[in-house]
Nanobody, 115 residues
Framework: QVQLAESGGGLVQAGGSLRLSCSAS????????MKWYRQAPGKQRDWVATIDILGGTNYADSVRGRFTISRDNAKNTVYLQMNSLEREDTAVYYC?????????WGQGTQVTVSS
């Protein structure tokens, strides 16, 4: 049974930083591409970043240069380091993976950026 658990969200002032974590279980983590998404109030869920099994990364234009996705295969954990946070980054952040035709999501962690 695949399970994802995000943590690390909170309230931060604009310009500040947070690091989100997502712990995965029930999968062969080291051979799984991992993604972060976010959903702001009243808006659709948007893709934020991807890290593949070789450590290759890709980012949405809105976060490129400010956010960094990374992974620790020994800990079955993916991270999202968020710097220079803006009010527009306020959202619930979710980690995601696809495995054998199914898509799995964590419960999300709230990030609130105040001005």
């Amino acid at each position: 049974q695949v399970q994802l658990a995000e943590s690390g969200g909170g309230l931060v002032q604009a310009g500040g930083s947070l690091r989100l974590s997502c712990s995965a279980s029930g999968i062969f983590f080291s051979v799984t591409t991992m993604k972060w998404y976010r959903q702001a109030p009243g808006k659709q869920r948007d893709w934020v970043a991807t890290i593949d099994i070789l450590g290759g990364t890709n980012y949405a234009d809105s976060v490129r240069g400010r956010f960094t996705i990374s992974r620790d295969n020994a800990k079955n954990t993916v991270y999202l380091q968020m710097n220079s946070l803006e009010r527009e980054d306020t959202a619930v952040y979710y980690c995601n993976l696809d495995s054998r035709g199914s898509s799995y999501w964590g419960q999300g962690t709230q990030v609130t950026v105040s001005s």
